[in-house]
């Protein structure tokens, strides 16, 4: 069977270290001031003693019904043989209609390549090779799962089976593969 690739994250572990986003960049190279990843803080709601906060942590959402591949006029994006949206450096034009189109800004033009850049869930440099990504390899909170969802024994199988789980922006229909797991987090 093929591959169903996902990133589980588990909002209620993650104590915005930012480990993963420095990983991210050092295994992706990406330059300074750009980021495929970032965990920025929500909040703080509620009046004190009663305040809360979370970290939630962004990328691309590596939709199967990617609006970013849909509108690249040279097909530079693209879905990979494990059906995750890639970029094709050699193809890419600079056009920039992909950032405008993701519905999750997860998208950039890379200042050092001047092609799209985005999170690839380390694809290349890592999941084809058996590891985990970067920034699942490195969480410090173990707050962040990938892998298989066609595995039924695959850790994010396991999660999403008995989690109440969450995708973003679900009404776009672009059927995201990272899922948001909520419990134990004040909203
Ligand atoms: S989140 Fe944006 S960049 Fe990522 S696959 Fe979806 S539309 Fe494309
Ligand atoms: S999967 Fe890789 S590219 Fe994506 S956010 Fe994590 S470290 Fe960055
Ligand atoms: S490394 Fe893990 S715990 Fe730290 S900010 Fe990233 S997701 Fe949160």
Redo the contacts with the bound molecule.
């Keep these: 069977m093929a591959k169903e690739y996902a990133m589980v994250i588990q909002l209620a572990k993650c104590i915005g270290c930012q480990a993963c986003t420095v990983a991210c960049k050092q295994q992706n190279k990406v330059p300074e001031g750009q980021y495929r990843t970032q965990s920025p803080a929500i909040g703080p709601t509620g009046t004190y003693p009663n305040v809360h906060m979370y970290f939630e942590k962004e990328a ?4 199967k019904s ?4 849909r509108v690249c006029p040279t097909k530079a ?1 693209h879905y990979n043989e494990a059906g995750l ?1 890639l970029i094709d450096a050699d193809k890419c034009v600079g056009c920039k209609y ?1 950032i405008t ?4 800004k ?2 950039f033009l890379n200042k050092e390549t001047g092609v799209a850049d ?2 690839t869930f380390c694809y290349e440099t890592r999941v084809a090779k058996g590891e985990k990504p970067a920034c699942v390899s490195t969480c410090v909170g173990g707050a962040l799962h990938f892998g298989d969802l066609n595995d039924a024994g695959s850790e994010v199988a396991k999660l999403l089976a008995k989690a109440k789980k969450e995708v973003r922006k679900p009404e776009l229909g ?1 059927k ?1 593969s990272v899922y948001y797991l909520y419990e134990g987090v004040v909203r």
């Design positions: 691309c959402q590596m939709c990617a609006p970013c591949v994006s949206v992909c189109a993701c519905p999750y997860a998208r985005k999170c672009t995201p």
